[in-house]
């Protein structure tokens, strides 16, 4: 007889995660959900389950859970590490405890190293002998959680940990389900995540590093390649141990273009949702070009100082609607948004030039050339006549910058369209290279490589 055990999994790529829903036909666990639990409530009906239980693997660094709320209001218990300091109601587990929802046997297995407490759910389906594991930020499909964000100075130690907590997880069947929280454009991962949102661990005993290298070696390969951590990440832990997302998340404000000006005068973030082009020919002056994308949530909580008032703007409304739900799952607030009507109706608007590599070509040499991708993709290829700043610390650094015209790129043109708004708002004359970077061999342009600073 086939497994009447179910895993519905729901994507939610604002965050670069996936939320899970394993049920036995009548009840449901729920793994990891995000502030905005309604996909796996509506999951739920469509199955005809009832959410019997709802857990963290970890205390989230890069979203706010939902995880509170939604235990909450299904009258349902919310299961997190017995060892964690929280301020809301929860059922505390430790590895090797045994919990039932409905049939389904659910054994809780200590995995630390994404955070000093992960936890992962092995779910058994006692009926077939069908087994899941659900390992948040510990073994992803070919890679492992950053060991690094919870204090860097214990990111060996909690490598070692991480490493431990994989091979404890690579040890199980062949045949188990493998569902990991971070996937494909989560900064949480060590690096980027490898296959799709569907695997075993047997496909990653044969694939992931960490299952195929003796742990010091594997550990200091691992520390070495950690990115820069979103400023955001910091206050997430806070958050999620207030339970903050168990609390509604208030409208914003209606404003017209004079507040919206009012606001840019006051010190406020105006962000512009539009597209790189439609904002570069024309937008309200002093306001920062973050396209509605998935990532806008990520940047816009790295680039914008925490606390910041935040109004919107947008020539669509659902753009809006998904620009205020989008950073409300990072714990920001936006205050107000600005439906902008016809450019020219505007009251004040600014513009820059957009260009491609060809363009670039047969621009003076006097121009300044701005690199604004992170340091690893900046030393394996560069033009050589470019300054390199990241754009997660272009608005600190644009003082500093030599005088003249800034030609500004990145690897795909979305980067370098915020650092090009931000260049724009402090008065700079910027041109915004769209360009792919690999376009720039067709041209002819040479590039070199560089080490990193020691």
Do not use: K
């Amino acid at each position: 007889m086939g497994s009447i055990m179910e895993v519905i999994v729901v994507e939610v790529p604002e965050l670069g995660n996936h939320a899970h829903l394993v049920h036995d036909g009548a009840h449901a666990l729920v793994v990891d959900p995000p502030r905005d639990w309604r996909p796996l409530e509506l999951a739920a009906e469509e199955a005809g389950v009832r959410i019997a239980a709802v857990a963290d693997t970890h205390v989230h660094n890069d979203y706010v859970s939902g995880a509170p709320g939604l235990a909450r209001r299904h009258g349902a218990d919310y299961w997190l590490s017995a060892d964690e300091q929280v301020h809301v109601d929860r059922l505390g587990v430790r590895g090797g405890d045994i919990l039932g929802v409905g049939d389904l046997v659910v054994q809780v297995l200590s995995t630390p190293g994404h955070t000093l407490h992960h936890q992962s759910f092995l779910v058994t389906d006692p009926e077939s002998g069908a087994r899941t594991v659900f390992s948040g930020g510990s073994l992803l499909h070919g890679t492992v959680g950053r060991t690094d964000l919870v204090d860097p100075l214990l990111s060996r130690m909690m490598g070692r940990a991480q490493w431990e907590s994989a091979r404890q997880l690579g040890a199980l069947d062949d045949r188990v389900g493998l569902h990991p929280t971070h996937g494909f454009g989560s900064l949480c991962a060590a690096t980027v995540p490898g296959g799709g949102v569907h695997g075993t661990i047997g496909d990653e005993r044969g694939t992931n590093p960490v299952l195929r290298t003796p742990r010091d070696t594997y550990v200091e390969a691992l520390v070495a390649g950690f990115g820069p951590v979103p400023r955001y990440y910091r206050h997430m832990s806070a958050l999620n141990r207030a339970g903050a997302g168990a609390t509604p998340v208030l409208p914003p404000t209606e404003v017209d273009e004079v507040a919206v000006h009012a606001a840019v005068r006051a010190g406020s973030w105006v962000i512009d949702l539009r597209s790189r082009h439609a904002f570069a020919r024309a937008h309200l002056t002093g306001s920062v070009n973050i396209e509605d994308c998935p990532q806008l949530a990520t940047y816009a909580g790295w680039l914008v100082p925490w606390g910041t008032d935040v109004v919107l703007v947008s020539d669509s409304p659902d753009d809006l609607a998904a620009g205020v739900h989008d950073l409300a799952q990072i714990g920001m607030t936006v205050r107000a948004t600005h439906l902008l009507g016809p450019v020219d109706t505007w009251l004040d608007s600014t513009d820059y030039r957009v260009a491609d590599w060809a363009t670039y070509s047969r621009s003076p040499r006097g121009s300044v050339t701005l690199d604004v991708r992170l340091d690893a993709e900046y030393h394996a290829s560069h033009l050589p006549d470019s300054m390199h700043v990241p754009l997660h610390d272009l608005d600190g650094a644009i003082g500093r910058l030599p005088a003249g015209q800034v030609w500004v790129h990145c690897r795909s043109g979305f980067r370098a369209a915020i650092a090009a708004s931000l260049l724009a708002r402090r008065g700079r004359d910027v041109v915004l290279v769209t360009d792919d970077w690999d376009a720039i061999g067709s041209i002819g342009l040479p590039t070199v490589a560089s080490r990193p600073a020691a």
